[in-house]
Structure formats: C-alpha cells, structure tokens
C-alpha cells in the first residue's frame, strides 16, 4: 500500500497537462512524472516488478480520482 501521496502540476500554466508525483511504498519514497497519455515515468528508480503494475494502478486512480473527477 502507498502511503502520503502527493502531486503537484509540473508547468506554473495548470492547463498544460503533466504532473510530478511522490509517495513511499515499504518504507522507500517513489518519485515519477504523469504524462498527459496516462504514461508513468519513475524517476528514482523503478519500483521491484512483483509490484510495479499494482502501484501503477494505484497511482492511474488517485490521479484519476484528484485531478480528472475534482475539476468537476
């Protein structure tokens, strides 16, 4: 389970879209980019395979959920 997720837009212009995220999985911070397309780019490194994909699911929710479902 993640815990204290963040975002933050990575343009001062929110409409241009992308996001930096952060969150610590086991006790180590994640970091990566949300692109626009919904791609997920990790930037400290990327999570152990056995759960990449089940973190990548929770990150596409959240996002989905504080950004996409808030702006209505």
């Not at 993640?2 to 969150?23: A, C, D, T, V």
């Not at 919904?38 to 759960?51: A, F, H, M, N």
């Amino acid at each position: 389970m993640l815990q204290h997720f963040q975002y933050k837009p990575l343009y001062k212009e929110e409409r241009i879209p992308g996001w930096s995220f952060s969150f610590y999985f086991s006790g180590k911070r994640m970091e990566g980019v949300y692109h626009k397309n919904g791609r997920i780019e990790w930037k400290l490194e990327r999570p152990v395979s056995q759960y990449e994909t089940a973190l990548e699911k929770q990150v596409h929710d959240l996002m989905l959920f504080h950004v996409y479902d808030q702006q209505r």
